[in-house]
């Protein structure tokens, strides 16, 4: 397990005594920094690095400056429950994290055994806060409203064509893929094919061999992108003009570095891009003026820190209990814009669009407005 530290950013590390620890506030940012799904973990970081720049540059919170504690669980259940119980043991008030939602679960449960409130800026399961720990919230969506949105584009889109839905086992992506087949199902689409395949997997054309025996028009992937970048690769391959979708575990561009040029036209689902909206055009070019690109889950996890930060204001103290009572109370502006919480954790609104993956490794919205 690795652990960094990040000091704000206003006085060098060599420059603080053991005095101004002692009067620092630490907070955590935890996910996978290293292992198949880094590139989120860098995004996390990224995000949470700048959020705690900023309000330290800002005056701190309750007069003291941020510390922040870099958890890596590699997206492993229990190293992510090893990292929990480390940031419980040392008092540590919030983490923004994790990624993975089977990381996110069990941590959840040593978080709140501990005293530590939870903001998860990417785990979309809907167990996470279905399961009445007083101690989680989120800034992103969950599956069963990707699903939905996935779903109701397919119904539109390839009305009448043949589809087949992938899962790759996991907590997220086997959960995604079981919203959407039941949000298909529902509005009277029935899988050609339902199958499962092992993370880590890189062999895929016995998947892919069945894929064009049935002729599939879609293929909808429950899982993260290395694996779908190598399902469609290796459908090129076989000379397969299959539409790939897939959850926001595409919102990188190390999907598109997987794919190359063939992966335009792969559709993925996520929250309406916080890039793009005037609450973070500030931010966003303090990360550009650093070649950072704030894709993916950057913005959700400054808005992480963003919630409790504020929350914590208002109400005067860290205590973990107290702020969460305020954060499901109260209405946050953050870079991914206005938050208000319902009595698990969940955001009250978010608008999940379907993004295309374009032949330059990019990605925008497809028809937004059009299902």
Known sequence: MKSFKLIGFALGASMLSSATFAEDITIAVAGPITGGESAFGRQMKNGAEMAVEQINASGGLLGKKLVLDVEDDACDPKQARSVAEKVAAAK??????????SSSIPASEAYADGGVLQITPASTNPLFTERKLWNVARVCGRDDQQGQVAARYITKYFNGKKIAILNDKTTYGKGLADETKKALNKAGVIEKMYESYNKGDKDFNAIVSRLKRDNIDLVYVGGYHQEAGLILRQMRDQGLKTVLMSGDALADKEYASITGAAGAGTLFTFGPDPRRK???????????????DPEGYTLYTYAAVQVWTQAATKVGTTDPKKVMDTIKAGSWDTVIGKLDYDAKGDIKRIDYVVYKWDATGGY????????
């Open 92 to 101: 540590i008030p919030f983490v923004a994290g994790h990624f993975c939602s």
């Open 278 to 292: 005037p609450t973070a055009a500030a931010i966003v070019d303090k990360f550009r003026a650093r070649n950072i």
């Open 364 to 371: 925008s919205e497809t028809n937004p407005s059009a299902f």
